[in-house]
C-alpha cells in the first residue's frame, strides 16, 4: 500500500484517495519526474483510512466476465478518416450526448497540458478525439462525475485501466447511467516529459508549436505531426512517418518513461476495467483480409451487460466482424500482460535533467539504424509523390 511503503510502483495517480477524503487534506503533487503521487496533511488527518480503502491498485476489483471480442470500424467515412483508429469512441460518445449526457476524455488545453474534461455537445467531442501518449490530469474529474450521476445524467468516461478502476472504486455504488471505456494502454509518460519534447521542437523549428498530433488522423497513418511558425521560415508543417523518427515516440514505444505503475500494472488483464474496452486491432488482416483495413481498425471488448446494452444501441452504424481475446492479444500484448521495464527506466528522467532533452533525444532516443529510418522514409515518400503525379497527369490528359 502506497501510504505505508511510499514505494512508487504502487501508486498508479488515479486520484481516488484525494477525491474520496472527507477532510480534504490529500493534495497530489509532482516528483521530480513529474508524476503525481498523494501527499497526506497529517495536521488535517483524521485517520479514516478511506484513502487506504478506495486504492484500486491496492484492492483491485475485477467484476465483468469473458467479453465478446469484435473487429470494427465505423460506416460514416467522414468519422473515420478524423479518428486514429476505426471511431468507435466518437460513435458511442454521440450516443451519450444524444441521451443528454456528458462525456469525460483527455484533451489538450492551449498549453498543452493534458486535462481530463467533460463535454456535452457533438462539436465538443473533437477535442477528445485523437491518441494521446502520456499521463492526463484528472483534477475534480471523478467529484464531477459524481455529482451528474446522482442528478441522473448519463456520463461516458473513456480513460487507461487504472484510470477507470479509480473512478468505480471511488464511486463505491454502481449507477446505472454510468458508462466507461478503458484503453489498452502500454504505459504513460510525465507531462513533464512531454513538456521537454514541445520545448526541443521549439528549439528545432525556431518558433512556436501550434499543433501537435501523436498520429495523423488517418488510420494507420502516419506518426508526430505538428504545426508551428517559425521566426525565420514561418508557418510549417512536420510530419514523421516513423515512431522512430520522434525521440518521443521512440522513447515511449520502447517503454523508456512510463510511470513506475505502469510495470507493475494490476489492470492489463481480463477481466477488463470498462463496461467496453477500446484499442487499435493490431494485426487484423490476419484474421479478417478482407476487411478495409486502409483507415485503421479497432478492437472493442464488450465486457458488461450494461457494455452490450450500449453495443447493441450502436452496431448499426458500424462494421464489425466477431473475434476472441487470443486472436486480438497476438499483436495487442498489453491486453493480457505488462509492459516489461527497460533498464534505462531507473536513469532516463535523470539523464534528462543532468545533460538536457535534446542530448538524450539525439542519443538515448534514437535507434541505432536512425539514418537507414530516415533514408528508407524519404525514398517511400519520393517514390508515392512520383506515382501521384503520373497518376494526376493520366486523369488531366483524358
Known amino acids: 500500500m502506497y501510504f505505508k511503503t511510499f514505494e512508487k510502483k504502487e501508486c498508479s495517480g488515479c486520484t481516488a484517495c484525494q477525491a474520496a477524503c472527507p477532510k480534504q487534506c490529500i493534495t497530489m503533487k509532482a516528483d521530480e519526474e513529474g508524476f503525481f503521487y498523494p501527499v497526506i496533511d497529517k495536521s488535517v488527518c483524521v485517520a479514516c483510512g478511506l484513502c487506504e480503502k478506495v486504492c484500486p491498485f491496492d484492492n483491485p476489483r475485477y467484476e465483468h466476465t469473458e467479453p465478446q471480442a469484435y473487429a470494427t470500424y465505423v460506416k460514416d467515412e467522414n468519422q473515420r478518416v478524423q479518428s486514429t483508429s476505426g471511431g468507435i469512441f466518437y460513435t458511442i460518445a454521440k450516443w451519450i450526448v444524444e441521451q443528454g449526457g456528458i462525456v469525460y476524455g483527455a484533451a489538450f488545453d492551449e498549453c498543452f497540458k493534458l ?3 467533460g463535454v456535452d455537445t457533438v462539436e465538443g467531442l ?7 501518449y502520456l499521463q492526463s490530469d484528472l483534477q475534480q474529474t471523478f467529484s464531477e462525475i459524481r455529482q451528474y450521476l446522482k442528478d441522473g445524467r448519463w456520463v461516458y468516461f473513456v480513460g487507461v485501466g487504472c484510470q477507470v478502476a479509480g473512478l468505480k472504486s471511488f464511486l463505491r455504488k454502481e449507477y446505472d447511467t454510468l458508462v466507461t471505456s478503458d484503453l489498452v494502454c502500454h504505459g504513460t509518460p510525465s507531462q513533464q516529459m512531454f513538456d521537454w519534447h514541445l520545448d526541443y521542437l521549439r528549439q528545432k523549428e525556431k518558433g512556436e508549436i501550434i499543433s501537435y498530433s501523436f498520429r495523423d488522423c488517418r488510420g494507420w497513418g502516419g506518426c508526430e505531426t505538428y504545426e508551428y511558425i517559425s521566426q525565420t521560415r514561418g508557418k510549417g508543417i512536420c510530419r514523421l512517418y516513423s515512431y522512430e523518427l520522434s ?14 505503475s505502469c510495470y507493475n500494472c494490476k489492470f492489463a488483464k481480463v477481466p477488463r476495467q470498462g463496461d467496453i474496452t477500446l484499442a487499435d ?19 472493442v471488448l464488450v465486457n458488461s451487460e450494461k457494455g452490450r446494452e450500449v453495443w447493441e444501441h450502436v ?12 486472436d486480438a492479444a497476438i499483436e495487442n500484448g498489453n491486453l493480457l500482460h505488462t509492459t516489461t521495464m527497460p533498464e534505462i527506466r531507473r536513469r532516463c528522467y535523470a539523464l534528462i535533467r543532468e545533460r538536457g532533452y535534446r542530448s538524450v533525444a539525439e542519443k538515448e532516443f534514437r535507434p541505432s539504424h536512425y539514418c537507414r529510418v530516415k533514408f528508407r522514409v524519404l525514398l517511400s515518400q519520393t517514390l508515392l509523390w512520383s ?5 494526376r497527369n493520366k486523369i488531366r490528359n483524358k
Not at 473533437?126 to 494521446?132: E, F
Open 315 to 326: 452496431k448499426d452504424t458500424l462494421i464489425y466482424h466477431l473475434s476472441c481475446v487470443e
Open 115 to 117: 486535462r481530463h474534461i
Open 281 to 299: 486491432y493490431w494485426g487484423v488482416r490476419k484474421f479478417f483480409p478482407r476487411m478495409d483495413t486502409s483507415k485503421g481498425v479497432s478492437l
Open 247 to 260: 525521440p518521443y515516440l521512440y522513447s515511449f514505444m520502447y517503454a523508456f518513461n512510463y510511470r513506475y
Open 387 to 391: 506515382l501521384l503525379r503520373k497518376i
Open 126 to 132: 473533437q477535442q477528445l478525439r485523437g491518441s494521446k
